[in-house]
């Protein structure tokens, strides 16, 4: 199982950008997709995630800006976020976590999101 994300890239303050992650394999559940990032010298911080009953979960940093969504028949999660500040400026990592697998929990590659002036 691989999950596999698209969407990173350059913007301007207050500019948009869709992230999209598709888990690609043989799957038997996914429990929670989400998005984390890191910063440059930072640590890897939550930012959404949604639960397959469709509760999402937001870091206050980005709640009201960003919203994540989820197709669970698609097996993919996308994150929209609006409003970006160059505080946003990170790498972007889609997770998901597979209860039945014996590798429960699986990361994307990461894109990077850029925000500049």
């Known amino acids: 199982v691989q999950l596999v994300e698209s969407g990173g890239g350059l913007v301007q303050p207050g500019g948009s950008l869709r992230l999209s992650c598709a888990a690609s394999?043989?799957?038997?559940?996914?429990?929670?997709m989400g998005w984390y990032r890191q910063a440059p010298g930072k640590e890897r911080v939550l930012v959404a995630s949604?639960?397959?009953?469709?509760?999402?979960t937001y870091a206050d940093s980005v709640k009201g800006r960003f919203t994540i969504s989820r197709d669970m028949s698609e097996n993919t999660v996308w994150l929209q976020m609006n409003n970006l500040t160059p505080e946003d400026t990170a790498i972007y990592f889609c997770?998901?976590?597979?209860?039945?697998?014996?590798?429960?929990?699986?990361w994307g590659q990461g894109t990077q999101v850029t925000v500049f002036s």
């Open positions: 394999g043989v799957i038997f559940s996914i429990d929670t």
């Open positions: 997770y998901a976590y597979f209860p039945l697998h014996d590798e429960k929990d699986i």
């Open positions: 949604m639960h397959k009953a469709g509760i999402a």
